[in-house]
T-cell receptor, first 113, second 113 residues
């Protein structure tokens, strides 16, 4: 069964360092999402792509976060510089275009020291 | 703004017990409602959904009914198993809101023998 791949699964970094996460969606899925899940809270959408274009990045802290999906396939989410409050699980999901077909990856757990 | 409120966990039950996890929502218009499940070490998976008032979503023995009058979407299962141990998230999507999901904080369920 096809899955959304994410790497790394765990990342420990120091405050003010740069960090990047990678996501490989299910083949053929045009829509890709990045979510942030703070411990004890539900996932919050950071950015949504349709192919290589950003559809919604209203909740993305653009002063330090950036996301790209250059060829409309895999995607990278970057944080620079990382802050203590960025410690969270970062989830990637992809879909054929409806929320019902949204498949989530296992996530990258980030700890900022 | 739109929001989802879930009962706090963890909820600990014995195998074969009856499960209810409460979920209420606040939204303008008439949202679609979802339950997602996150098993340990895995990504979120769609468990069930309901798109209009009085709809009942069901899957794997779980069910939830969309109650507009009480703005609720409580998750129920008649007889839980150890394998149901997971974190359960209630979520909504606004009509015309694209594929943006608003999640609750999640409820951890632990089922013991």
């Amino acid at each position: 069964e096809a899955e959304v791949a994410q790497s790394p699964r765990y990342k420990i970094t120091e405050k003010s360092q740069a960090v990047a996460f990678w996501c490989d969606p299910i083949s053929g899925h045009a829509t890709l999402y990045w979510y942030r899940q703070i411990l004890g809270q539900g996932p919050e959408l950071l950015v949504q792509f349709q192919d290589e274009s950003v559809v919604d990045d209203s909740q993305l802290p653009k002063d330090r976060f950036s996301a790209e999906r250059l060829k409309g396939v895999d995607s990278t989410l970057k944080i620079q510089p990382a802050e203590l409050g960025d410690s969270a699980m970062y989830l990637c999901a992809s879909s054929l275009g409806t929320v019902e077909t949204q498949y989530f990856g296992p996530g990258t757990r980030l700890l900022v020291l | 703004g739109d929001s989802v409120t879930q009962m706090e966990g963890p909820v600990t039950l014995s195998e074969e017990a009856f499960l209810t996890i409460n979920c209420t929502y606040t939204a303008t218009g008439y949202p679609s409602l979802f339950w997602y499940v996150q098993y340990p070490g895995e990504g979120l998976q769609l468990l069930l959904k309901a798109t209009k008032a009085d709809d009942k979503g069901s899957n794997k023995g779980f069910e939830a009914t969309y109650r507009k009058e009480t703005t609720s979407f409580h998750l129920e299962k008649g007889s839980v198993q150890v394998s149901d141990s997971a974190v359960y998230f209630c979520a909504l999507r606004l009509t015309g809101g694209g594929n943006k999901l608003t999640f609750g904080t999640g409820t951890q369920l632990k089922v013991e023998l």
